[in-house]
């Protein structure tokens, strides 16, 4: 499910409200897939939103070095927050489910250095969602077209938004629950080897264990039967079986 989240309330979103009924027509138009609008202060419905969903933090940027949001493409027209304040107004709407989003996606229009930093300083402004991976694009961006497709104006030129996506790197907490979670593979497939082996390296192994066994089993067996011999003997000759060695 996609989220278009806008970090203004819905009576102060400026043209980011037209965009967002353009964006949920054509996408559903062509794609059906659920898609909700949330604006800052909605009431949500949290039920509704299902795991593995993905949110799109959507406004308007700047070719300006200020690291800032708007509401208008006319900057002229436009209120405008901090990406710190728009940080904290995702994180406000958004911790009570952190786990069950996916994917965060700064869309906003923007170089790639300047909203890269932006999309940094979201992933450092959201403790609860350093798990999640956030994306941001570089670019003029569009809202989708009549097939539905994302486009990013880049000089000149119309290409695909996807192929001007980037991602902010894992944090290092991040890389370590992922190397935690190959160590936790790695033990299983080790688990896996002894009780359920799946493959010729396992098998190999399992069947010298075996092998290994059963000549272990016979030396034990011999060993018994010596001990039997010697005291049935002894019991014959009348020797305490005590003394045996």
């Not at 996916?102 to 932006?118: A, P, T, V």
């Not at 030396?219 to 045996?244: G, V, Y």
Request: charged share 25%; proline share 4%; glycine share 4%.
């Amino acid at each position: 499910m996609i989220v278009l989240y806008v970090p203004f309330p819905r009576n102060q979103a400026g043209d980011l409200a037209a965009g967002m009924d353009s964006w949920v027509k054509n996408h559903t138009q062509n794609f059906g897939q659920t898609i909700q609008v949330i604006f800052y202060q909605d009431e949500i419905n949290y039920d509704a939103i299902p795991p593995d969903a993905s949110i799109f933090l959507c406004a308007h940027g700047s070719s300006g070095a200020e690291l800032k949001l708007y509401n208008n493409s006319n900057l002229d027209l436009s209120d405008d927050i901090s990406i710190e304040e728009a940080a904290r107004r995702l994180s406000h709407e958004f911790v009570f489910i952190h786990h069950k989003i996916q994917n965060i996606h700064l869309y906003c229009c923007g170089s790639q250095e300047k909203n890269s930093q932006m999309a940094k300083l979201i992933k450092d402004y959201l403790p609860h969602l350093q798990e999640n991976h956030i994306h941001y694009y570089r670019g003029s961006l569009t809202s989708p077209n009549e097939s539905g497709q994302l486009f990013s104006i880049v000089d000149a030129y119309y290409l695909p938004a996807e192929q001007v996506r980037f991602t902010v790197p894992p944090s290092k907490q991040q890389a370590q629950d992922e190397d935690d979670s190959t160590s936790c593979s790695k033990f299983h497939q080790y688990y896996l080897s002894k009780h359920f082996p799946y493959n010729d390296c396992f098998k190999a192994k399992r069947q010298e264990q075996k092998r290994h066994n059963f000549f272990a089993g016979i030396r034990e067996r011999r060993q018994l039967d010596k001990f039997d011999n010697r005291r049935l003997w002894a019991e014959d000759m009348e020797i305490p079986a005590n003394t045996l060695s």
